[in-house]
């Protein structure tokens, strides 16, 4: 019964992608009100890990524990863009385990609409949730050194880079479509920031290594959102992707919306075959 009232409390009056996106919207926003022990944690986590590694890992590294704190706050902001995957993925298990999904699939409305309401509604709170992690980045010496303009533009490739992992995690989810498992998949994803320049330059990691982690998304976002709040210069000497961020981390997420928007609907569309 729960799940049946869920679902049908998405309004199909009309059925433009639009309209109907923003009523999934609407229940998803419901949903985290209802239940906001997961957006909790997923908002913590990236303040906990600012306080542990700047102040416990911080002095043993080659920078300064200040300058580290500084060069860290990006790289969290950054990973927490990446989140997406993790974030996308469990939702979209949960709502095909738990068969809404394929309630959503017998209403009047369209196919875009379920994944569109989903990656908006956690764009939204990813924009919300990262409020605390620059107010805590803020009182632990971070400082954005750019103008306000470019300081906007690391803001929004931030979002940007956001909403295109989660339509990543979500494809992940309509594949995976069990929520004991996208649970565990989730849980590996935390090593995608480690294998970047989120945490630590890459420029000491050995060959194969440091390739891996200049090619890395992660680190185009972590190094574009450093150069545009003047946190610190691109390396010129790494990967294409991480010696041009800005542009680097623009094309990965233009790639990954044209890549997985249109899977994650089409698999929504099939459901289950």
């Known amino acids: 019964m729960t799940q049946t009232r869920e679902a049908t409390a998405v309004r199909t009056v009309t059925s433009t992608p639009l309209a109907d996106g923003c009523a999934v919207l609407g229940r998803h926003l419901q949903r985290i009100k209802a239940a906001p022990g997961v957006l909790i944690l997923t908002q913590t986590m990236p303040i906990t890990m600012l306080l542990f590694f700047g102040y416990v890992f911080g002095s043993a590294l080659a920078?300064?524990?200040?300058?580290?704190?500084?060069?860290?706050?990006?790289?969290?902001?950054?990973?927490?863009?990446?989140?997406?995957?993790?974030?996308?993925?469990?939702?979209?298990?949960?709502?095909?385990?738990?068969?809404?999904?394929?309630?959503?699939?017998?209403?009047?409305?369209?196919?875009?609409?379920?994944?569109?309401g989903q990656t908006a509604a956690d764009l939204l709170t990813t924009a919300i949730g990262m409020v605390p992690l620059i107010l805590v980045g803020l009182a632990v010496g971070w400082r954005i050194e750019g103008g306000p303009s470019a300081a906007l533009g690391g803001f929004g490739l931030l979002l940007l880079f956001r909403f295109a992992t989660s339509w990543l995690g979500c494809w992940l989810g309509l594949l995976i479509r069990n929520e004991e498992a996208a649970g565990q998949l989730g849980s590996a994803t935390f090593i995608l920031p480690l294998l970047s320049s989120a945490y630590i330059p890459t420029d000491?990691?050995?060959?194969?290594?440091?390739?891996?982690?200049e090619w890395n998304p992660i680190s185009a976002m972590a190094a574009a959102t450093r150069d545009l709040f003047g946190n610190a210069a691109p390396s010129a000497d790494a990967a294409w992707p991480t010696a041009h961020?800005?542009?680097?981390?623009?094309?990965w997420s233009a790639a990954l919306l044209m890549v997985f928007v249109p899977l994650a609907v089409r698999r929504h569309a099939r459901g289950g075959e």
């Open 63 to 116: 920078m300064p524990g200040q300058e580290y704190r500084a060069f860290l706050v990006p790289g969290l902001l950054a990973a927490t863009a990446a989140n997406g995957i993790m974030t996308g993925m469990f939702q979209s298990a949960q709502d095909c385990h738990r068969g809404v999904m394929d309630r959503f699939r017998t209403l009047p409305m369209s196919r875009t609409a379920v994944p569109l």
């Open 245 to 251: 961020p800005v542009a680097g981390t623009l094309a």
């Open 204 to 213: 000491n990691l050995p060959g194969l290594l440091r390739t891996v982690a």
